[in-house]
């Protein structure tokens, strides 16, 4: 089985952001035998702080009586209702905890992971962002969204317990969880069809990855340790001696 933890792009208004960052994982994340995460025979599972959002102003979600050749006025009147109507679907979410008006909404089945990866159906709050668990309170300055998801690949794959679960520690998110029973069949279902190619210079791009790495661990030892900053002195003292000498 393949297991991706991923942190897509944040922000409300990063959507096409969030589905550039997933091709690229998909073209450069590369396993020794030179597969990507598509494997054939080998399901997937996809997930993390995804981040997308509950949005009204991506193209997809225009009005569908709407006619094809929309002008831009009756597109800003669409919007505007739209907008109108999440609005009043997130005030009732928190006055009442109801969020099912809020689901068609989402983001997420308007991206490229949903073209690739399934999801069971959401049946808990929003995971973002919290000011307080105990009891529930989101932030203000932020729309309430499923940003935590947990995806998965082939869709035969039985799950069941999708839900929202509160760490022991505070996060302003809430953390997902979610049973899998995986069969024989859903191994010879997944076909390891690739949604775009792996790039040609994965392998050069992991190796510059390993030397940063490097570079910025290197780093974190000189700030935070005695010896690392007695060796940032002597570096730096060397530096200055053979630049006046």
Same mark, same amino acid.
């Given at each position: 089985?393949?297991?991706?933890?991923?942190?897509?792009?944040?922000?409300?208004?990063?959507?096409?952001?969030?589905?550039?960052?997933?091709?690229?994982?998909?073209?450069?994340?590369?396993?020794?035998?030179?597969?990507?995460?598509?494997?054939?025979?080998?399901?997937?599972?996809?997930?993390?702080?995804?981040? %997308?959002?509950?949005?009204?102003?991506?193209?997809?979600?225009?009005?569908?009586?709407?006619?094809?050749?929309?002008?831009?006025?009756?597109?800003?009147?669409?919007?505007?209702?739209?907008?109108?109507?999440?609005?009043?679907?997130?005030?009732?979410?928190?006055?009442t905890g109801k969020f099912t008006h809020?689901? !068609?909404?989402?983001?997420?089945?308007?991206?490229?992971?949903?073209?690739?990866? %399934?999801?069971?159906?959401?049946?808990?709050? !929003?995971? %973002?962002?919290?000011?307080?668990?105990? !009891?529930?309170?989101?932030?203000?300055?932020?729309?309430?969204?499923?940003?935590?998801?947990?995806? %998965?690949? !082939?869709?035969?794959?039985?799950?069941?317990?999708?839900?929202?679960?509160?760490?022991?520690?505070?996060?302003?998110?809430?953390?997902?969880?979610?049973?899998?029973?995986?069969?024989?069949?859903?191994?010879?279902?997944?076909?390891?069809?690739?949604?775009?190619?792996?790039?040609?210079?994965?392998?050069?791009?992991?190796?510059?990855?390993?030397?940063?790495?490097?570079?910025?661990?290197?780093?974190?030892?000189?700030?935070?340790?005695?010896?690392?900053v007695l060796m940032a002195v002597v570096?730096?003292?060397?530096?200055?001696?053979?630049?006046?000498?």
């Amino acid at each position: 089985m393949t297991f991706v933890a991923a942190h897509l792009a944040a922000h409300e208004g990063h959507f096409n952001r969030r589905n550039a960052d997933f091709q690229s994982l998909v073209q450069n994340l590369v396993f020794p035998d030179e597969t990507g995460i598509f494997k054939p025979h080998t399901p997937l599972f996809f997930l993390g702080d995804l981040n %997308y959002r509950l949005s009204v102003l991506h193209p997809s979600r225009s009005d569908p009586n709407l006619h094809t050749n929309i002008t831009p006025e009756d597109q800003a009147r669409s919007d505007l209702s739209l907008i109108a109507a999440l609005k009043e679907h997130v005030i009732d979410f928190l006055e009442t905890g109801k969020f099912t008006h809020l689901v !068609p909404h989402d983001q997420l089945p308007l991206s490229s992971l949903a073209l690739h990866l %399934y999801e069971s159906p959401i049946t808990f709050r !929003p995971t %973002y962002k919290y000011v307080s668990h105990d !009891p529930p309170v989101y932030a203000q300055t932020r729309t309430p969204s499923w940003t935590d998801r947990i995806l %998965y690949a !082939p869709e035969t794959i039985l799950t069941e317990n999708y839900t929202g679960v509160t760490a022991d520690g505070f996060s302003d998110h809430q953390a997902v969880s979610m049973e899998a029973f995986l069969q024989d069949g859903d191994f010879h279902t997944e076909e390891g069809e690739m949604p775009w190619e792996i790039n040609p210079g994965w392998r050069q791009r992991q190796e510059f990855a390993e030397k940063l790495g490097y570079v910025f661990g290197a780093i974190e030892v000189m700030g935070e340790t005695r010896l690392g900053v007695l060796m940032a002195v002597v570096a730096l003292g060397l530096v200055i001696y053979y630049t006046y000498h």
